[in-house]
C-alpha cells in the first residue's frame, strides 16, 4: 500500500470539500487504489471550527512553512487561489520535496513554465486538473487522453459564474445583479466575482489550454478579454428571435505561425451543442486531428465539481502518475514555442451590432454608408419597433469583417448625432 500523507493550504469552500472527500472516500481509495491517502495538517488565517469537528483528527496551522517544512508530508494542496503568497507555497513546497496539487489558474497560466521546470529540476510533480472546467479531465484528456493529437482549434465555456448568469438572463429574464449574487450564493464565483464577469478568469484558464493544446506558454494578461457586463437583455432576446445565443467563449486558433487567443461574448448558433451547455455547466470542444471534434462538458464550478478535480489528482499523485513528466510541458518543442500570439487588429469575424437611433430618414444611409466605408457587408439589418423618445433599436448582422475595421466605423458611427447609446458589438463564431 503506497501511503500518501498531504497538508491543505486554503480552508475555503473547495478545502472544505476536499477535506470531507479524504475522510469519506479513504475506504474506497485504499480499496480501489491500493493508495493510503492521510491529511495531516490543515492551514489558513482562520479555520471554522464547526467544519473541524466534521474531519476527524487533523493538525491545524496559520503557518505555511510550517506544513511545506513537515518532513512527514508528501504532497500540498494549494487552494487559496491568486498569485501571492500561492506561487511561494508551491515553489517552497517542491523545493522541500514536495509534490504540489493546485486548482489555482492564475498561478499555473501566469508562472506555469518557470514552476514546471523547477518541479522537474527536483523531481517533483505539479498536478493541476481543476485549473480549467473543475474536475471533468480537459488535462489529463490533453495530455495522456488523446495523446498524438495535434489542434487546430479549441471553443470553450470556461467560467462556470458566466455561464450561469447569461443562462438565467436568457432563461428566466432575470437581472444581471441577481444572477451574480445567485451565483455567489451557489459558490461558483471566485473570492472577487469581477474576476469571473470581467472574463479574467476565462483568460486564465485559456492560457492553461493554449499551453496544453498548442505548446505555447502565454500570459492570461496578453489574451484579449472582454467580460460579461455590458450584455443586455434586449441582445439576448434579439439573438433569440435570430436562431443565436450568446456565450462567454474562450477561443485558440491557429493561424500559419500565429495563434488567435480571446475571450469574449460571442454569438453562436443555437444549433450548435455549446448552446445547449447552460447554468454552471462548461464545456471544451477541441479541433483534433487525428480525432477530429471532441466536446467535454460537465459541472465547471462548485465545490464539490472542484474537490473532485483535486481528488482525481491526489490518486494520481498516489499512483505516481503525473501530467508535469511529460516532458514538452515546461519545455515546449521549438516550433510550437515560436508560435506568436496574434494581435486583435489581425482577427476578422462576423458581428451582430445594435445601435441605438433616431427614427428618421436619412440616418440608416448614413450608417450603412460609413460601413461600406471601410469595407464592412450587412448580412441582415432589423429595426425594431420598440420605441422610446423616438430612438429605436438598429440590429445588424455582418458578414466576417476585420476586427479594426469595425472598430474604426464604429467609432465614426457613434459621432452621428442620431446614434444615442454606445455601440454594442458582439462577435459570431460560425460553428
Ligand atoms: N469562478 C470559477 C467559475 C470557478 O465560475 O467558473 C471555477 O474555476
Redesign the pocket.
Known sequence: MKKLTVGLVGCGTVGKGVAHLIRSKQAFIRARYNVDLRLKTLCDLKIDKKFLGTIGKVHTTHDFNELIQDPQIDLVIELIGGHHPALEIIKGALQNGKHVVTAN?AVISTFGQELFRLAHKVSRSIYFETTVL?GVPIVKTLTEGIAGNQYAGLHGI?????NFILSEMESNGIAFDEAVKL?QAKG???ADPSL?INGK?SAH?LAVLVMLAMGKFIQGSDIYTEGITHIAPEDLKYAEEMGLTIKLLAIAKKKGDGIEARVHPTLISKKHPLASVKGVY?AVQLEADILGDLLLVGK??GQMA?ASGVLSDLINAGLDNATTDRTWIGDAPEELGALKLLSMDKIETEFYIRLMIIDRPGVLSKITGILGAYGISIASLTQKTVSKNNVVPLVMLTHTAKEIDVRRALEKIVKLGSVKAEPVAIRMEPL
Open positions: 489558474k473543475a470556461v467560467n462556470g459564474t458566466c451565483a461558483y464565483a471566485e469571473d478568469d484558464k462548461n465547471g464550478a472542484a
